[in-house]
């Protein structure tokens, strides 16, 4: 019963390790997300300063897969040079070092201040950056938290003769210790998590330095694995060069490492005690792979050109079409290139709400996954029209160059966000009401069908005010959320009236539909966000909080 106690409180510190790390990286990226993009656009523009900016922006956001998620599709867009990529993905994987490194001096003091600070920040303020930060204090507080108590609940472990066997039985199998932990770093998507825990087992030696090293290069063999398979599912090899290019790094520093382990102990053994001496091993082969392949970067990426070569679809609709690189000698083209391309999101998208309405009320899973793939092209387009104003020389541009830029940008990321939006949620109902057999009543039907006719009027309305920037245009969009507030109120009155008079067999497909319609004024309120809004801000007029409302 003791060791089911100590096994069940082991697994719950170790989901709460996690949880800790998914909310640093998850505050971090709603805080800065956006404009960490735009910096690593700007800043990739020789390997050097790609290795700096991946390895700082890793450290901040303390995620080498979302890192190489974002390399990945600037090169894809060639937006980002392979070899920059390839340096900055090895930036990346130092960057991760540094919070270990931080983590191996047990700062569990500040854990208590952390969350304090961070569940009142997160209460006080709005949803905004303020909030998001809190969100990265409480979980950086947890994470501390977590780790002190794993450290705890070991020290009376180090004579169960369980542990103890598997442990042994590991050490004298390395590989097989080594596909553990990356297994295990995969399967949790945090090499920093796996890390702090092998540091836990060395601080109470319950591994021998060898086997603690060896686990330490599993889990940086795990993490090189989330980036190929979460990377470049489009079918273009291209796509995986930087992946595979970063796996193929990983691989050739675990063989090495491995060759390399019976002196590692010695050397390790003279820069700290057990648990340093993990955080220093971690930090020590990431700085070595990193000095041994930069030099050889280009031919490497040659390697990976010919293996991976690029395959190119005409009518892929990601493909940017307008996106001239010749244009940026001239602002204004640039600019004007940028607009057509953000208003062909608002032609797919179109497209997308035409299939989505086909699965709503067709129930038609065909056209589900035809909407799908066409948000997924939305996202694309919209993070290549993102990287191509970014990487525009800002000293060239006047200040009503940079007013229609960030316009651009604003219109672009709001309509790739209400595809999001159609496509977590609308779709998502679209694929529940096929699992559960439910079917919408004559009435529902009917309404959706208006509702979703609604959405592509306005949509065309946003499109329209893209360009010519009317301000009684804009007022009559904005006005289109009021509407979709009073539908959705309507839809509720008709849910209790049924629910009183005793059909309760429509309760909860009732609730559905309110959910469904919740989800198509999310969608209204992005396109609201994309065209009306900055309208009525050039002209002073009221408006609450853009994105933040829809959500």
């Known amino acids: 019963m003791r060791e089911l106690q100590v096994l069940i409180a082991f697994g719950g510190y170790v989901a709460l390790l996690l949880w800790g790390v998914h909310m640093v990286q998850t505050g971090v990226q709603r805080a800065f997300g956006k404009a960490l993009g735009l910096w690593m656009s700007r800043a990739m523009g020789s390997s050097p300063r790609a290795f700096g900016t991946g390895l700082l922006i890793t450290a901040a956001i303390q995620s080498s897969t979302a890192t ?22 090895l930036g990346a994987n130092v960057g991760t070092t540094l919070i270990v490194q931080a983590l191996s001096f047990d700062p ?9 600070v961070g569940v009142w920040m997160f209460r006080h303020y709005e949803p905004g950056r303020a909030r998001d930060l809190g969100r990265t204090l409480i979980g950086l507080g947890l994470l501390l938290l977590a780790l002190h108590q794993l450290v705890t609940l070991f020290e009376p472990l180090q004579n169960a003769p369980l542990l103890g066997s598997a442990l042994q039985a590991l050490a004298g199998a390395p590989v097989i210790a080594l596909a553990v932990s990356a297994a295990l770093t995969w399967a949790s998507h945090s090499s920093v998590a796996v890390v702090v825990l092998i540091m836990s087992l060395a601080h109470h030696d319950l591994v021998s330095p060898e086997l603690a090293y060896t686990l330490v290069l599993g889990a940086n063999l795990g993490t090189a694995i989330n980036p190929v398979l979460e990377g470049g599912g489009d079918g273009n090899p291209a796509s995986r060069r930087v992946p595979m290019g970063n796996l193929g790094t990983r691989v050739a520093g675990c063989l090495l490492g491995m060759a390399l382990l019976p002196w590692a102990g010695t050397v390790m053994a003279a820069l700290g005690d057990a648990s340093h001496g993990v955080a220093n091993f971690h930090l020590l082969f990431n700085l ?11 031919p490497y990426a040659r390697l990976l050109q010919r293996l991976l070569p690029l395959r190119v679809d005409p009518h892929d609709p990601a493909r940017p079409q307008y996106l001239d690189e010749s244009a940026r000698e001239v602002p204004a083209v640039a600019l004007g290139q940028a607009a057509r391309e953000a208003l062909r999101l608002t032609d797919l998208l179109r497209e997308s709400l035409q299939l989505t309405g086909q699965a709503l009320l ?9 909407a799908r793939y066409l948000n997924g092209a939305i996202s694309q387009l919209d993070r290549s029209v993102t990287t191509y104003l970014a990487t525009q020389d800002q000293e060239s541009l006047s200040a009503e160059d940079e007013q229609y ?11 790739a966000y209400a595809a999001d939006v159609s496509g977590m949620g609308l779709l998502g109902h679209a694929g529940k009401l096929h699992k559960k057999h439910w079917t919408l009543d004559a009435e529902q039907r009917a309404e959706l069908a208006e509702t979703l006719e609604r959405l592509q009027r306005n949509l065309r309305q946003a499109a329209a005010l893209f360009v010519s920037g009317d301000r009684a245009t804009a007022r009559a969009l904005a006005f289109e959320k009021e509407h979709f507030r009073t539908l959705e109120s309507r839809a509720s ?20 539909y309110l959910e469904i319609l919740r989800d198509a004024g999310g969608v209204n309120a992005c396109l609201v966000n994309a065209a009306a809004y900055p309208v009525l801000d050039r002209h002073g007029e009221l408006r609450p909080n853009r994105l933040r409302e829809s959500e």
Do not use: W, Y
Request: charged share 20%; aromatic share 4%.
């Open 68 to 89: 190489g998620l974002m390399i990945t599709g600037f090169a894809l867009d060639g937006l980002v040079p392979l070899v920059p990529g390839l340096a900055a993905m």
């Open 108 to 116: 569990t003091a500040l854990a208590p201040g952390l969350v304090l």
């Open 288 to 298: 070595v792979v990193a000095g041994c392949f930069m030099p050889a970067l280009r």
């Open 362 to 370: 067709r129930e038609d899973p065909r056209a589900a996954s035809q």
């Open 405 to 415: 830029m960030k316009s651009i940008l604003a219109f672009s990321m709001n309509i």
């Open 493 to 512: 009155e008709r849910h209790l009236e049924r629910i009183k008079t005793g059909r309760l067999d429509v309760a909860e497909v009732g609730a559905f």
